[in-house]
């Protein structure tokens, strides 16, 4: 049976959901926010900064904006889990290195990964954010924010005492062409390149990349793409200028691939970040 409990607050959202189904690859995809993730059971992997590991209960994943990852849920057994998004306008400026810092998943000593989180009582920090719920309007958002950084200080406390999850690569070649991918955007990275690179023939390099990832290398290459797009239009950067650093040959290409993936024009965008 499906349970789902959540909070809805400004710049904040989480969610409480137990299921039963299973899915047949993982849907990577990315998200402006924060996100933490906390599982309690389940058959589950999951993709995150460019490995794959199997999820053991109280695991706690911390995913830093504009990130690739997604979970593959692998039986219909119970999958009971917490997730929490959130803006870093949710946090007060004079907080935001100490409370952030747990998210920097590029440091070798960080992957995003915490095992027996359990320990750290974060349930407990997450359950006291569900609650506030049923608080009065007038003082909901400001307990809600108190209550975020308060988990949120507790993980920073959680992550210097606790070793991130090893890494289980399914396949370290897949692995190294991700970080290629990502290291290399603003350069040509058609299909023959990377098989030239990588020793691999374009049917195995599709096949194994559309089965570790959910999605074929173009795909990717072009959601990494517009999502380095977004930070630079956040930045000031003309959509001119944008277009030729991330790797499009042409000006209308970069605009029709922005405005599907996400929604609106690169220029709608910059007005929107001005």
């Known amino acids: 049976m499906d349970l789902y409990r959540s909070l809805y607050e400004q710049n904040i959202c989480l969610h409480h959901k137990t299921t039963c189904y299973s899915t047949d690859s993982f849907a990577i995809h990315t998200h402006d926010n924060y996100q933490i993730h906390y599982f309690l059971y389940g058959d589950v992997e999951f993709f995150l900064n460019n490995s ?9 994943i911390l995913i830093p904006p504009h990130t690739p990852h997604g979970s593959k849920i692998n039986s219909h057994s119970t999958y009971e889990r917490y997730l929490l998004e959130f803006s870093e306008n949710a946090i007060p400026a004079e907080h935001k290195p100490l409370l952030l810092a747990p998210f920097d998943i590029s440091k070798e000593t960080l992957n995003g990964f915490f095992l027996n989180s359990d ?16 608080l009065d309007y007038k003082i909901r958002n400001s307990i809600v924010k108190i209550r975020l950084q308060n988990l949120l200080s507790q993980i920073v406390i959680m992550s210097k005492q606790v070793k991130g999850l090893p890494t289980d690569v399914e396949s370290k070649t897949i692995k190294d062409i991700i970080s290629y991918i990502n290291e290399n955007l603003s350069s040509n990275l058609s299909l023959d390149l990377i098989c030239d690179k990588f020793f691999i023939t374009k049917q195995t390099l599709n096949s194994q990349f559309k089965k570790a990832t959910g999605t074929t290398v173009i795909d990717y290459i072009i959601k990494k793409r517009i999502d380095l797009a977004y930070e630079l239009i956040v930045q000031g950067y003309s959509a001119t200028q944008i277009s030729e650093h991330v790797g499009f040959k042409d000006y209308s290409s970069f605009f029709r691939a922005y405005k599907k993936i996400k929604g609106i024009s690169p220029s709608k965008a910059k007005e929107e970040n001005a």
């Open 119 to 134: 320990h750290f009582n974060i349930r407990r920090f997450l359950e006291d954010i569900l609650e506030c719920d049923n």
């Open 52 to 60: 794959y590991f199997t999820i053991k209960p109280h695991t706690l």
